[in-house]
């Protein structure tokens, strides 16, 4: 039984600043030790049920967060930036289930710790036919292209919510509850990875009951910029449009999930540039 991990950091119990999960801040490496303590506790909960291989897919920041040699369960790293398929690289058919570890929330809807859609600098709201949606939501894309479900989520209890319309019945690990965008209230580490291995092991336990993402095809993504001149880059991209009565705003629809995530990460590889 194999299971695909995309590990993110914002979502870790405790992590509420951008120094603690940026390289080069002060309490970088500590909080590290902290996310990478979640993402065994993921893999040993699923190993519990009976999982036997794992993929994790590093998916923060420059993609080099974790120690591999300290993986649990053996488990295979990817890691390293420019991925073709950003969070989602490595993911393919032969999975029998993805989790989700560390994730966060979008700007939409009530407060998540360290908010954000991709890049908080060029991305304001992205919406899925027409349903707000952070990264998980756009990341669960890729899993429906492979017929994959998406089984956990691990962060705080916004981001659990908003996956939900796109992943009915999907298990969430709720380890802190945010107050604000730079705070929040943070099980014990050890109650968190505790949390984790439970929801981990009766997600792997619910494999057999699990369906892919719930997606209507064609399916529409709808991006609003922070300024016009990253929407207009963003048209540069053969398929995105511009929305007529909003000069923030561009969209681009699709009947193959795979290609509309590759199109998007474009849009957000591109735009990242001039935003930055």
């Known amino acids: 039984m194999k299971i695909f991990l995309s590990s993110d950091m914002e ?23 902290l996310l990478q ?10 190993a519990a049920a009976g ?45 029998d289930g993805v ?29 899925l036919n027409g349903t707000p949606v952070g990264e998980s939501g756009i990341n669960a894309l890729v899993a429906f292209g492979h017929g994959v479900p998406v089984v956990l989520i691990t962060g705080d209890r916004t981001t659990a919510e908003e996956i939900g319309p796109f992943c009915p019945g999907i298990r969430a690990a709720v380890v802190k509850t945010s107050v604000s965008r730079f705070a929040a209230d943070s099980l014990h580490p050890e109650d968190a990875r505790e949390v984790i291995r439970e929801e981990a092991r009766e997600a792997v336990r619910g494999l057999r009951d699990a369906a892919p993402p719930r997606i209507a095809v064609p399916a529409t993504l709808t991006l609003r910029f922070r300024n016009t001149d990253l929407a207009e880059m963003a048209t540069w ?3 995105v449009v511009r929305d007529n009565d909003d000069d923030l705003t561009v969209h681009v629809t699709d009947d193959d999930p795979l290609r509309l995530y590759r199109t998007f990460v474009t849009v957000v590889f591109l735009t990242r540039g001039i935003a930055e």
């Open 11 to 33: 979502g870790t119990a405790g992590v509420v600043d951008w120094d603690q999960c940026r390289q080069g801040g002060p309490r970088y490496e500590y909080f590290c030790g």
């Open 237 to 239: 991209i053969n398929g």
């Open 99 to 127: 989790f989700f570890v560390s994730y966060h929330g979008s700007m939409a809807g009530s407060p998540s710790t360290l908010s954000h859609t991709y890049n908080p600098r060029a991305v304001a709201e992205v919406r």
């Open 37 to 46: 303590e979640e993402v065994n506790a993921a893999i040993e909960g699923a």
């Open 51 to 95: 999982a036997t291989e794992f993929l994790v897919n590093d998916s923060h920041g420059a993609m080099a967060n974790l120690r591999p040699d300290a993986l649990a369960g053996r488990a295979r790293y990817l890691s390293g930036r420019h991925k073709p398929l950003y969070m989602m690289q490595g993911l393919d058919a032969s999975y």
